[in-house]
């Protein structure tokens, strides 16, 4: 017959958080191992794609983690992804590169009119 297992925390109800498991101690009894919640990898702000190179780990644990494994060396490293950041680049690109058409052109219509 199996035997019967106490629980070890005071939560009582089957959820998320009180997740266990069965195991068999030195001593030949068995008993509730708690779980801990697992991690989900940070997501890139624009595309919500997982980040490469940052650790996955529960919200409270990046406290004790260096700061390089929180992010990666490029801007925004550890918030947007490399694909997203590129295209950030190349639209602040575009856009002063029409600024400056738009006074050329501007320039070029007041000496036409003069």
């Known amino acids: 017959m199996a035997q019967r297992l ?6 009582p109800y089957n959820t998320r958080s009180n997740r266990r498991r069965v195991v068999k101690t030195p001593n030949g009894e068995h008993r509730y191992l708690h779980l801990k919640k697992l991690p989900t990898a940070p997501k890139c ?8 190179g940052v650790k996955s780990l529960r919200p409270r644990a990046y406290a004790t983690v ?3 494994e929180k992010s990666v060396q ?6 947007r992804c490399a694909e997203c950041v590129r295209t950030r ?13 738009k006074n050329v052109l501007k ?7 003069q």
Not at 6 to 11: A, D, E, I, Q, S
């Open 107 to 113: 320039s070029q219509q007041a000496k036409a009119s």
């Open 89 to 101: 680049v190349v639209r602040a690109f575009l856009v002063e590169e029409s600024k400056i058409v």
């Open 6 to 11: 106490t629980l070890r925390k005071r939560n």
């Open 74 to 79: 490029r801007a925004y490293g550890g918030s």
């Open 45 to 52: 702000g624009d595309c919500h794609m997982k980040l490469q």
């Open 66 to 68: 260096s700061k390089r």
